[in-house]
């Protein structure tokens, strides 16, 4: 028979506001999981003596604030969580993060992919190096890329993202097809525009990759961008990036390659050659030309 002194004691043990930030600390010091840390919690001092969220501010304030145990922390149930902000809140918080720190974010839950994907971007640039093994993006000249990259030699169908000192290894799939949705979930944004795009084919870029970054394109059908820069071995970006930028919104058209004089026919052709104020272009040793455009010289 339990002594009734030993029921009294475990219930004066469990109103104890200070053990039970001590069973939380001793459970963050194990570096048990917040979820499990709850569990056994709850399996010591009942699942009704404290609800989760109050328990999630608790590990919080003890493990990463690293408050003093027994020190005055209250937590204030009609305090809103994140989740719970309004869309103009959550807006404001975001204006704070970068692009490509928005894709992680939006996987925490549907309330944030659907207030990110609404959100009009903020970046001005984009530049996009393509290659068979790795892919590059970078937003208004930052100082870190995003990379995703394989090594060639290894037989291994995984890729690696790294951009700044994070890294997330993948199991399987195309790096290009990987980068590229991504910059996808971007790019799909109704109101998305730029002032200059910057794309390079590396040399040697295989035709399946070309026809991805063809698809993508196609997919968010016309593009407002003001300067283009196309930078390629084989003018492949003339059928690949240009014919899918909005005719009248491009002004400038930058174009490098290493031998340009067969292709050039083909960008004349374009309605966004014929649309632009200017055109730029270098390749294959023959210098460089640059002319304003006007309804005479086209």
């Known amino acids: 028979m339990t002594d009734p002194d030993d ?34 919690f709850c399996d010591v001092f009942r699942e009704n003596s404290m609800e989760y969220r109050e328990f999630e501010f608790f590990f919080y304030q003890l493990g990463k604030e690293n408050a003093e145990l027994g020190s005055e922390l209250r ?13 103009d809140m959550l807006n404001k918080i975001f204006d704070c993060v970068k692009p490509i720190e928005l894709f992680p974010i939006r996987k925490v839950s549907r309330r944030f992919r659907d207030v990110i994907d609404r959100r009009a971007p903020r970046f001005k640039q984009i530049e996009l190096n393509i290659a068979n093994f790795c892919l590059s993006m970078n937003f208004d000249d930052d100082d870190e890329d995003v990379q995703y990259s394989r090594d060639e030699d290894e037989d291994e169908e995984g890729f690696t993202i790294e951009y700044k000192e994070h890294e997330t290894h993948v199991a399987k799939g195309s790096v290009v097809e990987a980068g590229l949705s991504d910059l996808y979930r971007i790019m799909k944004n109704p109101k998305f525009s730029l002032e200059t795009l910057d794309v390079t084919f590396c040399e040697y870029l295989r035709g399946e990759n070309m026809e991805l970054v063809e698809n993508m394109m196609k997919k968010l059908k016309s593009i407002q ?6 930078r390629d071995a084989y003018s492949d970006t003339i059928d690949h990036v240009l014919p899918y930028l909005e005719p009248g919104k491009l002004e400038d058209i930058h174009f490098e390659a ?3 004089l067969a292709k050039c026919d083909r960008v004349i052709k374009t309605e966004q050659f014929k649309l632009a104020k200017r055109f730029f272009m270098d390749g294959g040793g023959g210098g460089v030309f640059w002319k304003k455009l006007t309804k005479k010289n086209i």
Do not use: G
């Open 7 to 40: 029921n009294a004691n475990l219930l004066t043990l469990r109103q104890d506001k200070n053990a039970q930030q001590a069973c939380i600390l001793y459970q963050i010091l194990q570096k048990t999981e917040i979820f499990d840390a709850f569990n056994i």
């Open 225 to 230: 961008v003001k300067v283009v820069i196309l």
């Open 258 to 260: 290493h031998s340009w």
């Open 75 to 87: 937590f204030n149930p009609k305090s809103r969580q994140l989740l719970e902000l309004p869309d």
